[in-house]
């Protein structure tokens, strides 16, 4: 069975500077996707960020990116220049090759500080 | 920009009732599904639906459950028998089933808040 942990139940960040939310993932598959999804208070989620495992490069959505380390099964999110509109939910997601089903981690709180 | 919409936002219902959660998701996409986040929980996978019929179900899914697509729009999720541990938010999400990987992104709604007391 696949499981996602985001040990960081809550994480606060001064705006304009960097945060990092933490996400690993157990897996025996080769072939799978992963996703940072934001939920703002009251909102749906939405996707940030998405990651092919076969893909070497990290990816990257102007101030998100990704610290994919495939053999640690890790995939952080890092935050750049943060705003007081970060500030949601986040929640890590995997999603196995052959299966349009994600599943999902516990997620992080981002707090943002003006 | 299209999106999937729930109502309620908020159902409050005692134990031992019927709720009916609605969710209309985006019109051209076929893959749709349900999860629930209990407070503080992670957020589970309950169902998907394509085609008229179950593609998956989690053992969370269990007899109590049923989900429907009663027309061309709206797709429903029955509680039959609603149990205190059945409080939780409840997600519905939709994406497309192009049979490739270039749109496997999940679109959701912002969730029914749903309290059995």
């Known amino acids: 069975a696949q499981t996602v942990t985001q040990s960081q139940p809550e994480m606060s960040v001064q705006e304009a500077e960097t945060v990092t939310l933490s996400c690993t993932y157990d897996t025996s598959e080769s072939d799978y996707y992963l996703f940072w999804y934001k939920q703002p208070p009251s909102r749906q989620m939405i996707l940030v960020i998405r990651q092919e495992a076969y893909k070497q490069q990290n990816a990257t959505e102007n101030r998100f990116s990704v610290n994919f380390q495939k053999a640690a099964k890790s995939f952080s999110l890092k935050i750049s220049d943060s705003q007081l509109g970060d500030a949601a939910m986040y929640f890590c997601a995997y999603m196995p090759g052959g299966s349009y089903i994600p599943t999902f981690g516990r997620g992080t709180s981002l707090i943002v500080h003006p | 920009e299209p999106e999937v919409t729930q109502t309620p936002s908020h159902q409050v219902t005692q134990m031992g009732q019927e709720v009916i959660l609605r969710c209309v998701p985006i019109?051209?996409?076929?893959?749709f599904y349900w999860y629930r986040q209990i407070l503080g929980q992670k957020v589970e996978f309950l169902v998907s639906?394509?085609?008229?019929?179950?593609?998956?179900k989690s053992e969370i899914f269990d007899d109590q459950f049923s989900v429907e697509r009663p027309d061309g729009s709206n797709f429903t999720l029955k509680i039959r028998s609603t149990k205190l541990e059945d409080s939780a938010m409840y997600f519905c999400?939709?994406?497309?089933?192009?049979?490739?990987?270039?749109?496997?992104?999940?679109?959701f709604g912002q969730g029914t808040r749903l309290t059995v007391v």
């Open positions: 639906f394509y085609n008229n019929e179950i593609s998956e």
């Open positions: 999400a939709s994406s497309e089933f192009t049979g490739g990987w270039e749109n496997t992104e999940a679109f």
């Open positions: 019109s051209n996409h076929l893959y």
